[in-house]
């Protein structure tokens, strides 16, 4: 079984949605969770763990942590000797994520607000990888200023999923995807 595989298998969505909509966990599209939010479709985000390539041992930022899930999939991939930071502008869904992921015994990994008009976090930087579920009308440059010397950014972009690698910030495109907006 590859890595991606066992990180789901880890880490069953219904763990990571409200209690009314557990019971449609096993549906291939997004799902409503709080504050306007979805979390994911899972045939997208094995997509875009698999564009990431995460490695065990990595600092990994995930921007948009929503329920958790994400973040919780990306600490299976990077075991305890790495770490993975969430960061979530809605508070109700800081408070909902970092629930969900404290269930998964994985304290290498944790969820905290982020600030209004500020993508990332600039201060922890850099990052090996950086995983964002939210749609950019552009490429986010504050992220991929984030990126370590051999780094991984996978962001939608204007509909677009792109797959952004150092050196030298090359983009590739991935496919067409919908997120709700990255603001």
């Known amino acids: 079984m ?3 595989t066992a990180a789901f298998d880890a880490t069953p969505r219904r763990d990571f949605l409200p209690r009314a909509v557990r019971r449609r966990a096993s549906y291939d599209g997004p799902l409503g969770i709080a504050a306007g939010q979805t979390n994911s479709q899972p045939r997208t985000v094995d997509d875009m763990l698999r564009l990431l390539d995460v490695r ?76 964002v579920s939210a749609m950019a009308d552009a490429l986010p440059v504050a992220l991929v200023d984030q990126l370590a010397d051999d780094g991984v950014l996978v962001v939608p972009v204007d509909g677009t999923m792109l797959r952004v690698t150092n050196p030298g910030a090359v983009v590739t495109a991935h496919g067409r995807y919908r997120f709700v907006p990255l603001r």
């Open 56 to 131: 065990a041992g990595q600092r990994v930022l995930d921007v948009g942590a929503g329920s958790g899930w994400t973040t919780a999939l990306l600490a299976h991939l990077v075991g305890p000797a790495g770490s993975v930071l969430g960061v979530e502008l809605e508070p109700e869904l800081v408070s909902f994520g970092s629930g969900n992921l404290a269930r998964t015994d994985r304290p290498w990994a944790s969820i905290r607000q982020a600030e209004p008009g500020v993508l990332g976090d600039a201060d922890g930087a850099p990052y090996d990888r950086i995983l």
């Open 2 to 4: 590859d890595q991606v």
